[in-house]
């Protein structure tokens, strides 16, 4: 799994600011045999959870495929400016950045709900550990977290403890 990514991953140097290697999954998500193994990997970790959630915006592609291969909703968790008002909101910084992530206050009742979180790529674990806030502030649970791709250099899994995230490889 690990070796079947890392060749459909592009790494691109110094994007989107010096001294980053973007990780672009394009290439893997466009490759059929490669989507459903991912989408079935992190399915295999995902299981008690009764609601996905994918993050802004490659997370939505592995989440709601994940979704789909569980039975569950997914759950859309937008970068601020995207929702209309009211809505919750998460600050946070990133491996480049500062970022904001938001999921809608009301018509949307999340409490009691088991949440298993998904994105592409694990960096400083900044989103995910927002994402899990967002969660918690919402009356729900996140339950873990996978990723496609963690950079275990960046100190992520520790940021987002005791949440468990499942990464299916590491760069
Ligand atoms: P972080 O919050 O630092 O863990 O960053 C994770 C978020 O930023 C994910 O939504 C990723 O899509 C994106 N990201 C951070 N670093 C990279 C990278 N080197 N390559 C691709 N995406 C990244």
Do not use: W
Not at 36 to 50: E, F, I, M, P, R
Not at 64 to 77: D, F, H, N
Not at 116 to 125: E, N
């Amino acid at each position: 799994m690990a070796d079947l990514i890392a060749a459909l991953t592009r790494k691109v140097a110094d994007f989107p600011k010096p001294g980053v290697q973007f990780k672009d999954l394009t290439p893997l998500f466009a490759d059929r045999d490669a989507l459903v193994a991912v989408t079935k990997a992190l399915a295999g970790t995902a299981s008690g959870a009764d609601l996905v959630a994918g993050i802004d915006s490659r997370g939505f592609l592995v989440g709601a495929a994940v979704a789909t291969r569980l039975g569950t909703g997914v759950l859309a968790i937008r970068k601020s400016g995207k929702l209309p008002p009211p809505v919750l909101s998460e600050s946070y910084t990133r491996e480049y950045g500062d970022a904001c992530i938001e999921i809608p206050a009301d018509g949307l009742d999340l409490r009691g709900r088991s949440v298993f979180l998904i994105d592409d790529v694990l960096a400083t674990g900044g989103t995910l550990a927002a994402a899990a806030r967002l969660m918690e502030r919402a009356g729900a649970r996140a339950t873990g977290a996978g990723v496609v791709v963690e950079l275990p250099a960046l100190g992520g899994r520790a940021a987002v403890a005791p949440l468990p995230v499942h990464s299916l490889s590491q760069a």
